[in-house]
Structures are given as C-alpha cells and as structure tokens.
C-alpha cells in the first residue's frame, strides 16, 4: 500500500529494536516493577495515584462531584504519577496495580485497604460505595452499566488507535490514520444519535456514564484531544457538542480536570490535591 511499509511477521516477535514514537521508552513487553519507590500517603481516606489524561480525569471529577453533594468521606489525596517518567513501574504502584496504569486507587477507609484499579471499575466503586450517580432501579443500572463499559471498550480505538498514529507514532502512516479516525467517526454517530433527544448518556440523570464518556469523547469534541477537532470534523456532531458543553461547565468538572495536570497553561495544572483549598490558592496565583 502506498506511503506504508511492508512487514514480514516472524514465526516468533522478538522485542530487538526501538519502536519509536512518544512514550517508546516506556514500553516494554513484560510486567513488574523496575525500581523500588514506595508511595505517599496522605491523610484523607482516599489515595489517588494517577495523572490528569482523559482516564485520570474520570476519577477526579467523580471525587469532586461527591465533595459537592457535602459527602466529606469522599475527601481525597491526589499524587501525580508522571507516565512519562515511568512512575507508575515503581514498586508501591505495582503493589496497588500489577497492570502498571492509572489511575489507581486506595480506600483506607475500611478495616483493610482496598485496592481499585481500572477507571471504570473506579467509578463504579465510588458510585456503589456512596450511592450516587448510578442508577437504583436495576434496568436504569443495566442501561448505566451498559455506556460504561461502551466507553471502556471503545476509547483504546479513540486513544491508542487514532491518537497514536494521528499524533504519536514517529510517521504518519495513511492506512491506519484512516482505520481509526473512521472508528471514531462512527463512534461519535453513535453518541450523537443517542443524545438527539436526550440531555444525558442514559435514564434522564447525569451519572458515571457521561462522567467516563465525556472524559474522552467530550475532551475530543471540545478541541482538547490530539488537536483533531478539524480533522475529525466534531462540530457536525451538534447533540455530542452540546452535551459536552453541558457538562464542561460543572464545578466539579472544572476542579476535576486540574488535578494532577501536567499540560497546558500552567494557571490549569494542579498538580497534586490534598484540600479543597488547593483550588483557591491556585486561583489566586492566576490573578
């Protein structure tokens, strides 16, 4: 195929050259932690481990959302673990995550730590822990449930599909540029279709569902993702844009995705929180 190079699979792959590409030096085909690090540990009960990337996001903005509602046991510690940097090898992170991903989690507020990994089930955690925005009636959590992992399993299309070649990989390559911004298209249509006459992703009521959707496919639509918004032509996407905006403008939201940001205007990052105070103090160095 033109501008694509062939390749020969062996018999057996054999990890024997650099791959290239943003985040090369961190990719490695084993598990398991490279160095000792152990973790910090604040005071409140819960621990975030994690970064501000579209999965992080989902976290903080549900911890903000529950702070909001007055729920002081949703109170929390969020520690930057910079990816680049191979943070998340070290061995406390492993011992909370074999997978070796953020965002992870540590409930101290049980007779034992809980250890919770993988965004979505994050999410969940924190819903049926609190019982809050997640459905009670059992076929609006079914429906609820369904959007949420709709998101788990689409997004590695979005994320290390399209934004990986679109603006990661050390080419550009036609072939599977292609192959996923038509995936993602077509995921957009579904979002689009469903919110033609609906405010949020599921039963009427805002809920860990739009919380993980948004995270990529709002930040996508609204210009913060991959700087594909021409490319990908979101604005046709009117019902995912108005959604998004919806949901861009809470509170919890706007707390949410500072934490434990490492890109962008630096008046944005926040780079670890401990206090609600963090937010103010960071407002005030703005002005």
């Excluded at 050259?17 to 000792?36: D, L, V, W, Y």
């Excluded at 996001?57 to 680049?84: F, P, Q, R």
């Excluded at 861009?248 to 434990?260: D, P």
Aim: proline share 5%.
């Amino acid at each position: 195929m033109e501008n694509f190079k062939k390749y020969n699979p062996p018999k057996i792959w054999i990890n024997n050259k650099e791959n290239g590409g943003k985040f090369a030096n961190i990719n490695r085909e084993t598990s398991g932690s490279t160095h000792e690090k152990t973790l910090p540990v604040g005071k409140h009960p819960f621990q975030l481990y994690s970064q501000g990337t579209p999965n992080g996001v989902k976290v903080t903005i549900m911890l903000e959302e529950l702070l909001d509602l007055g729920i002081k046991e949703a109170e929390y510690d969020a520690w930057l673990i910079k990816i680049g940097n191979g943070d998340q090898f070290g061995s406390g992170f492993v011992e909370i995550n074999p997978n070796s991903k953020i965002p992870s989690l540590l409930d101290k507020s049980n007779n034992q730590p809980v250890r919770i990994f993988e965004s979505g089930s994050i999410l969940l955690y924190l819903a049926d822990k609190f019982n809050k925005f997640i459905p009670q009636k059992f076929e609006d959590r079914t429906e609820c449930l369904n959007w949420l992992f709709w998101q788990m399993s689409s997004a590695p299309y979005l994320g290390g599909g399209f934004g990986h070649f679109y603006a990661y990989a050390p080419e550009k390559y036609e072939y599977p540029i292609d192959r996923y911004a038509m995936e993602v298209k077509r995921q957009l249509d579904v979002l689009d279709k469903l919110l033609f006459d609906k405010n949020f992703i599921c039963c009427e009521k805002y809920t860990i569902a739009d919380i993980s959707i948004w995270s990529w496919y709002g930040a996508l639509v609204l210009g913060r993702l991959y700087n594909a918004g021409e490319f990908l032509d979101v604005k046709i996407y009117k019902n995912v844009l108005r959604w998004a905006k919806v949901i861009n403008n809470r509170q919890a939201v706007k707390r949410g995705i500072m934490v434990n940001k490492i890109k962008g205007n630096p008046s944005s990052q926040l780079h670890e929180r401990h206090s609600s105070s963090d937010f103010i103090h960071k407002t005030q160095d703005k002005l």
